[in-house]
C-alpha cells in the first residue's frame, strides 16, 4: 500500500527558503503512469496545488509561485523535495505531499506537515 | 480567488440527498476531466471521484459525480451524519500555462 511521508522544518523565518522532502514507500518514484506533487491549505483556508514532478525531473508549477519554487527527485532514495524560497507569513500552512495520476486526479495524499514562517 | 466556484456551504437532513456544484470555463472543466476530493478536519483530503464520475474502490454509491458544459456536479444520496466534511473539486487548467486548479471547497452541514 503506497504510503507518502513528508518531512521538514516546523518553522521557518520569514525570507528564508523551506526545504521538504516526501518519501515513498509501496510504489516506486519511477512508476510510468504518475506524477508526484505538493500541495498547501493555509489554515482555515482552501487547496492550492504548488506543482507537481515526474521522475525524469520535467516539472509543472503554479504560475503564482513559479519563481520561488524548485521541484527535485532522487530516484535512487525513492523520495522527492520542494523548496520554496523568500517565505513570508502568507505562506504558512500545511504541505501535503501527493501522487496524481497524469493531469487527471490527486490518487494518493500524505498526512501533511505544518509550516509556520515567523520570526 | 479561485479559478472554480463552490458554494461555501450546503447542508441537508440526514437521508437527503444533496448536490455541489462546481463552475468554471472552458479552459478547465469543460475540457478536462474534473476530480472531487472529501476532507475531515484536521486530516489530508481523499479522493472521491475521479474522470469526472469514477469512484475509486472502497467509495459507497451513494457518492456520484456528473458534467456538463463548464459546470460539474457532486452527488451525494442517503445522507449520513458521517458525510459532513468539506469537499473540493479540482481540473487541470489550459489556459496560459498548464496548472492544476481547486475548487474553493464546500462545507457540507449534515442537519
Known amino acids: 500500500q503506497l504510503q507518502l511521508q513528508e518531512s521538514g522544518p516546523g518553522l521557518v523565518k520569514p525570507s528564508e527558503t523551506l526545504s521538504l522532502t516526501c518519501a515513498i514507500s509501496?510504489?516506486?518514484?519511477?512508476?510510468?503512469?504518475?506524477?508526484w506533487g505538493w500541495i498547501r491549505q493555509p489554515p482555515g483556508r482552501g487547496l492550492e496545488w504548488i506543482g507537481k514532478?515526474?521522475?525524469?525531473?520535467?516539472?509543472y508549477y503554479n504560475s503564482s509561485l513559479e519563481s520561488r519554487v524548485t521541484m527535485s527527485v532522487d530516484t535512487s532514495r525513492n523520495h522527492f523535495s520542494l523548496r520554496l524560497s523568500s517565505l513570508t507569513a502568507a505562506d504558512t500552512a500545511v504541505y501535503y505531499c501527493?501522487?496524481?495520476?497524469?493531469?487527471?486526479?490527486?490518487?494518493?495524499w500524505g498526512q501533511g506537515t505544518l509550516v509556520i514562517v515567523s520570526s | 480567488q479561485s479559478m472554480l466556484t463552490q458554494p461555501p456551504s450546503v447542508s441537508a437532513a440526514p437521508g437527503h440527498k444533496v448536490t455541489i456544484s462546481c463552475s468554471g470555463t472552458?479552459?478547465?472543466?469543460?475540457?478536462?476531466?474534473v476530480s472531487w476530493y472529501q476532507q475531515f478536519p484536521g486530516t489530508a483530503p481523499k479522493l472521491l471521484i475521479y474522470?469526472?464520475?469514477k469512484r475509486p474502490s472502497g467509495i459507497p454509491d451513494r457518492f456520484s459525480g456528473s458534467k456538463s458544459g463548464t459546470s460539474a456536479t457532486l452527488a451525494i444520496t442517503g445522507l449520513r451524519t458521517g458525510d459532513e466534511a468539506d469537499y473540493y473539486c479540482?481540473?487541470?487548467?489550459?489556459?496560459?500555462?498548464?496548472?492544476?486548479?481547486f475548487g474553493g471547497g464546500t462545507k457540507l452541514t449534515v442537519l
Open positions: 479540482a481540473t487541470w487548467d489550459s489556459s496560459l500555462s498548464a496548472q492544476w486548479v
Open positions: 509501496g510504489d516506486s518514484i519511477t512508476s510510468p503512469s504518475y506524477y
Open positions: 472552458s479552459s478547465n472543466i469543460e475540457n478536462n476531466y
Open positions: 474522470e469526472d464520475n
Open positions: 501527493a501522487r496524481l495520476f497524469g493531469w487527471n486526479y490527486v490518487s494518493t
Open positions: 514532478i515526474y521522475h525524469s525531473g520535467a516539472t
